[in-house]
């Protein structure tokens, strides 16, 4: 099992980046997945969640309405949109495979290496 995240960068507040995480050794429809974030100092928290049929989804309180979880089970890649960006959305992002649903880290076993996103205000 790999997860391979890109797409990070510098960011104007309010403008858009789209995260991306290639997944090899599993299916995304088999297994709920999530996007995680850690800044210096900070515990590493969900972002969001997704189940493996899709039809559950998580967002911290922090991105509701700005964020968006997505998948595309043939290119076998789970995206993040994130618009109106903020400041304090400036962490390294991770994505993640669980083995149980849910927005606590230790729900999850298999992490990708991380992606830098900067949000200058």
């Known amino acids: 099992v790999q997860l391979q995240a890109s797409g990070g960068g510098l960011a104007q507040a309010g403008g858009s980046l789209r995260l991306s995480c290639v997944v090899s050794?599993?299916?995304?429809?088999?297994?709920?997945i999530g996007w995680f974030r850690q800044s210096p100092g900070k515990e590493r928290e969900a972002v969001s969640c997704?189940?493996?049929?899709?039809?559950?989804?998580y967002y911290t309180d922090s991105v509701k309405g700005r964020f968006i979880i997505s998948r595309d089970i043939a290119k076998n890649t789970m995206y993040l949109q994130m618009n109106n960006l903020k400041a304090e959305d400036t962490a390294v992002y991770y994505c993640a495979r669980a083995l149980r649903y849910g927005e606590h880290p230790s729900n999850y076993n298999y992490w990708g290496q991380g992606t830098q996103v900067t949000v200058s205000s």
């Open positions: 997704i189940t493996g049929s899709g039809a559950s989804t």
């Open positions: 050794g599993f299916a995304l429809d088999r297994y709920a």
